[in-house]
C-alpha cells in the first residue's frame, strides 16, 4: 500500500451498530458528513494501517454510521472500536471551511460571555471524546494554568473560526 503521502487523521470509528457489521463512526470533519467526501478510507489499530472500501452509510439520531467492505457481523465490527480514520493527504480537497486538527493548535480560546480562556495548545484522544487542552493565561482571572474542554460540537464548542485562529466555546471559565 502505498503509505508515501502523509495521513490526515479524518476522524475514529465508535462502537458497533446494529449486527451486520455496520459501526458508528465519529467525524472530524467541519461538515459532519464531508468524511465520506474522501477515499479511501485507511483505518489503524494498533500500528497497522489498514485500507477499507465504504460500502454504504447513513445518518443515524444525530451521528453517522457505516458499513465497510468485508465487516459483515458485530465481532468484525467490534475489532475496530477506536480505531482511528486517516485519508492520503492528496486525497484532501482544499477548502476553505474545512479544518484539521493541527489547525486548531495556537487557536484562542473565548467563551460566549467574552472570556478569553488561552490557547489550545494540544489534543488528548479519550474514549468518549477528544478534549482541546487549552494553556491559561499567564494573568488567568480565575487562577487556571490549563483547561481540558470536551470537542463536542454544538455543545461546548460553538464556532471555530480557523482564518481569525478562534474558537467560541460554553465553558464556564472557573475549570
Request: proline share 3%; glycine share 10%; with cysteine.
Amino acid at each position: 500500500m502505498g503509505m508515501s503521502a502523509e495521513k490526515i487523521v479524518v476522524g475514529k470509528i465508535g462502537t458497533p451498530y446494529g449486527i451486520k457489521g455496520w459501526v458508528k463512526v465519529h467525524s472530524a470533519t467541519d461538515a459532519t458528513e464531508g468524511i465520506f467526501d474522501y477515499a479511501p478510507w485507511y483505518i489503524q489499530k494498533g500500528s497497522n494501517w489498514q485500507e477499507v472500501t465504504i460500502e454504504a452509510w447513513r445518518w443515524h439520531n444525530k451521528g453517522l454510521v457505516a458499513k465497510f467492505d468485508g465487516i459483515d457481523d458485530r465481532t468484525q465490527a467490534e475489532r475496530l472500536t477506536n480505531a482511528t480514520i486517516a485519508v492520503d493527504e492528496s486525497a484532501l480537497p482544499e477548502l476553505e471551511d474545512e479544518f484539521y486538527w493541527r489547525d486548531l493548535i495556537g487557536c484562542e480560546v473565548v467563551t460566549d460571555k467574552g472570556y478569553n480562556l488561552g490557547k489550545v495548545e494540544g489534543l488528548l484522544e479519550t474514549g468518549s471524546a477528544d478534549v482541546l487542552r487549552v494553556k491559561a493565561n499567564p494573568n488567568d482571572g480565575f487562577g487556571q494554568t490549563e483547561r481540558l474542554i470536551p470537542y463536542i460540537d454544538g455543545q461546548f464548542v460553538l464556532d471555530i473560526n480557523i482564518a481569525e485562529k478562534k474558537i467560541t466555546v460554553d465553558w464556564d471559565p472557573g475549570f
